[in-house]
């Protein structure tokens, strides 16, 4: 029985937005595109002798390259069981044993590698895949491999539709960036209003050419929504072009290539202020103490945004307390205040899923209390009104405030300082100024300063003048 090149190869879910996974369907033409144009990209001595360990659940899309490029070129694929896949030092021993040459894994699966110091494999070709490549994590891995190779793709495009060489000269200036479209694919960049951005712009990486899915297996509705038809300049004039919309969002470098930023639902606006969660984390992870970090929005029940950075140390015998406060003080120097996280939770390991990714539900789950400071429980009066007032501007519970926690770290924001500010002046029948409740003072640290202003407001005692308690006595 024959095939036609449109005719369905394979559906693969992956995760919605609403929780409603999506089965995603790749005809033929598109899969046999992508292995082709892949083997294109790849060093061709090494595909003569072709070694791939396959390290990935055939659920997940990547594994279409590690199982099919192989059987291209009459080369040999290696499969790691489950235990292979999570022990980075039981991969390492089939690397070595099965003389592997080829080997593609997400960033959180080589950073694994890393953490075992692992020497390397000076003809192996390293392809990372799935997540944004960290800059310290390739500079890790530069050196211990033949070449690496940066790849970028959703699932809607085959796997794979850019892809960059990774070089040092580019990590000098702390960028890592995805260049050249694999032969049959496209991509143009739109910005808010749907028009091609500005050269040097920003805007939504969109997909186009014999890589795209079919759509959306029983969800036409979600299929017309994300694969739209525009029409854009060509040779011969304009011409109409089916697009993917990726919802990532980069940055064009000219010749260099494009910068990820971050997902499209990863921006957001704090205050007047429109962020990429992406540059937070890229930001924290350039810091010479910070391997990893991750960064979401949370909101409290007051429906205040809220910046939670979870964040692995380089170095693992440091205490978190004191690694905390070394990335806020380096962060405080480097970002506008803004942009600074409210919470921050040191990581010891990063929970993944069977794909090997970050699992972001696991992680809040897991690490939910975010790192402030050991708890101390008031001691005077002051400190007791001050917790309660903290609690309702805050909506926290009582228990959660430590005197020796900081407004701004507990979620603590210019609007709510106002507010504080007019509470305790009402209260304490003080007049505070609010410069004072920038400085960045811990809740003990306030109650002392409330309780001196509360001492020179008192009649008599400030000015120093007698007190008529007792009638004058002749003697």
Known sequence: MG?????LAY??????????????????????????????????AQQTQMKWLATTTFSFDISVLE??????????????????????????????????NFLQATPSTWRMFVDIQWGGKQDLIALSVGEPLPVNLAQALLPTTARLFNCYGPTEATVISLVHEVQQAELDHNKIYLSESLAGYGHVLLDETGQIAPTNGTGELCIYGLGLARGYLGRPALTNEKFITVTLPGTAGPESVRLYCSGDVVRCHGQEGLEFLGRKDDQIKIRGHRLELGDIAANIEALDVVDTCY????????????LIAYLKSKHQAQQPGDFIATVKRQLKEKLPSYMLPTHYVPVA???????????????????????????????????????????????????????????????????????????????????????????????????????????????????????????????
């Open 295 to 306: 960064v979401c929005l949370h909101e409290t029940q007051t429906n205040t945004p809220q």
């Open 349 to 475: 390991q990063w929970p993944t899923t069977s794909n090997g990714k970050i699992d972001k539900k696991a992680l809040l789950h897991q690490y939910g209390r975010v790192h402030i400071t050991d708890y101390v429980a008031p001691s005077t009066q002051v400190e007791h009104e001050l917790v309660e007032i903290w609690s309702q501007l805050l909506s926290l519970s009582v228990a959660q405030i430590s005197v020796e926690a900081e407004f701004s770290e507990l979620g603590g924001h210019s609007l709510l300082i106002v507010k504080m500010q007019r509470e305790i002046n009402n209260k304490y029948n003080i007049t505070l100024p609010i410069k004072d409740l920038y400085q960045g003072s811990n809740l003990a640290e306030l109650a002392s300063v409330i309780e001196h202003q509360q001492w020179l407001s008192t009649p008599d005692l400030s000015t120093g003048e007698p007190q008529e308690e007792f009638e004058d006595l002749e003697l």
């Open 11 to 44: 559906v693969i879910y992956t995760s919605g937005s609403t929780g409603q996974p999506k089965g995603v369907m790749i005809e033929h033409a598109a899969a046999a595109n992508f292995i082709s144009a892949m083997l294109q990209v790849l060093p061709q």
């Open 67 to 100: 199982l099919f490029a192989p059987l291209y070129v009459g080369g040999i694929c290696i499969l790691a069981n489950e235990l292979d896949q999570r022990d980075p030092s039981r991969m390492a021993a089939l690397i070595e044993s099965h003389d592997i």
């Open 3 to 7: 095939l036609s090149a449109d005719a």
